[in-house]
């Protein structure tokens, strides 16, 4: 069973930054899209940005373009989010998604695998 664990919310003033981190662990699988996705209180989750295996495309929303940008370390099994510019509307539960097969780097239910969350607080 793959296995994805966020890290790196926390609490931060409006303007701030964040990195968050997503390790892969369990059994190897081939070359997966990482997506990186957001749920606030009384919202449905939304696409945030995501990355393909060789790193050389990625996708962002409208909204955290300029600001998010997403990275992979293939030797550390790892998916970051760097989010900088902060805004209280950013504030949610950020979680972290592995897609063996993604067409639509926006589609949530083309990724296979979900990690639990991290919590991301923008004090204004």
């Known amino acids: 069973q793959v296995q994805l664990v966020e890290s790196g919310g926390g609490v931060v003033q409006t303007g701030g930054s964040l990195r968050l981190s997503c390790a892969a662990s369990?059994?190897?699988?081939?070359?997966?899209?990482m997506g990186w996705f957001r749920q606030a209180p009384g919202k449905e989750r939304e696409f945030v940005a995501a990355i393909s295996w060789s790193g050389l495309t990625t996708s962002y929303r409208n909204f955290v373009k300029g600001r998010f940008t997403i990275s992979r370390d293939h030797a550390k099994n790892t998916v970051y989010l760097q989010m900088n510019s902060l805004k209280p509307e950013d504030a949610a539960v950020y979680y972290c998604a592995a897609g063996l097969s993604v067409a639509t780097m926006s589609a949530q239910a083309e990724y296979d695998y979900w990690g639990q969350g991290t919590q991301v607080t923008v004090s204004s």
């Open positions: 369990g059994p190897s699988f081939s070359k997966p899209s």
